[in-house]
């Protein structure tokens, strides 16, 4: 079993390497794991994980210039798909982040919060929203096995998802708000938060994503 991380140049990419590494070790079942920035790596490749880090602009750029978005289209019509973070914002049709066009394997668009937030004690909330928040999952789904109700997950972004199509949302969170944070369509599985960051319950993720056979 091969699993292909993506480097398209954007991306905590050494960290999610180590992170998935760790999960295939719970897992207990032998795969390669490999960062590539080779297009035939990825068509080769059983399982994709497309991290990101940093503007939905420069990634989208990032993803042209490398030469690498018929590969990953390919992954998403054809094999088990996880997005992180700015990896999963990228498949949506649109973001107001640069009023930049994504590959548009979700319908809907990736916003911005609002400037003017506060919490629930008055106090302004900072953009981006950035640290540990609860998840609830709102429809089952494999990649959740042993993740309970509420779990925290580590978030750093000041955009987020708003997809059209309420069946492909899988998880939500707050921030004073209720967003989706996790979505997913077929063999399509996507965070807003960052797995490689969240310890062991990303662990968990990544290791129901590496025995995932969707």
């Known amino acids: ?3 292909a ?4 140049g954007m991306g905590n990419l050494h960290s999610v390497l180590k992170s998935v590494q760790a999960a295939q070790a719970l897992s207990g079942k032998a795969a390669e794991i490999y960062l590539t920035d080779r297009p035939e790596d990825i068509l080769a490749a059983d399982k994709i994980i497309f991290p990101g880090q940093g ?14 978005g018929e590969a990953v289209e390919d992954g998403l019509k054809n094999k088990p798909f996880f997005g992180i973070c700015v990896g999963a914002q990228l498949l949506f049709k649109h973001s107001e982040e640069g009023d930049t066009a994504g590959l548009g394997w979700f319908k809907g668009r990736v916003k911005r919060f609002a400037a003017n937030q506060t919490d629930g004690h008055g106090g302004r909330l ?12 709102t429809r089952p789904h494999p990649l959740f096995k042993d993740i309970g ?4 997950f580590y978030f750093v972004h000041s955009y987020y998802f708003a997809p ?25 599985f996507a965070t807003q938060f960052h797995t490689e960051k969240s310890h062991d319950a990303g662990l968990l993720l990544l290791r129901n994503f590496l025995d995932w056979q969707p």
């Open 1 to 3: 079993m091969k699993t």
């Open 5 to 8: 991380i993506v480097d398209y």
């Open 55 to 68: 503007a939905m602009p420069d990634c989208m750029a990032a993803l042209r210039q490398s030469g690498l």
């Open 126 to 137: 900072k953009v981006p929203h950035m640290g540990w928040n609860t998840v609830r999952q």
């Open 149 to 152: 109700q509420e779990t925290r």
């Open 164 to 188: 059209e199509d309420p069946e492909t949302i899988l998880a939500t969170s707050e921030y004073p708000h209720e967003f989706a944070c996790i979505v997913g369509k077929d063999n399509v």
